[in-house]
Nanobody, 124 residues
Framework: QVQLVESGGGLVQAGGSLRLSCAVS????????MGWFRQAPGKEREFVGG????????DYADFVKGRFTISRDNAKSTVYLQMNSLKPEDTAVYYC?????????????????WGQGTQVTVSS
């Protein structure tokens, strides 16, 4: 069984930064493409970005391009989401997810394992 544990969420002012981490255990981390999703109150969960299994290719939703960066450290079995220039509309629960595939998936059903989520609140 694969377990994902997010950390690093919190309260930050608009314009500030946070770095989320997602530690993965249970299977070989390098076998998975990793994704970050978020869900704001009253809204559906949406794709934020992802990183491929190998070659570390990344892909981002348009609303975070230029502000968020995803990276992974296979030696630590951890994926990161660096969030800069945060806006109040970035307020959401952020989830990491693992997909047993080479390339990035942008939709939920492509991901098999999910973390419990971490709250990010951006104040204006």
């Amino acid at each position: 069984q694969v377990q994902l544990v997010e950390s690093g969420g919190g309260l930050v002012q608009a314009g500030g930064s946070l770095r989320l981490s997602c530690a993965v255990s249970g299977r070989t981390f390098s076998m998975y493409a990793m994704g970050w999703f978020r869900q704001a109150p009253g809204k559906e969960r949406e794709f934020v970005g992802g990183i491929s299994q190998s070659y570390y290719r990344t892909d981002y939703a348009d609303f975070v391009k230029g502000r968020f960066t995803i990276s992974r450290d296979n030696a630590k079995s951890t994926v990161y989401l660096q969030m800069n220039s945060l806006k109040p509309e970035d307020t959401a629960v952020y989830y990491c997810a693992a997909a047993p595939r080479l390339q990035i998936g942008t939709i939920e059903r492509e991901y098999v394992y999910w973390g419990q989520g971490t709250q990010v609140t951006v104040s204006s």
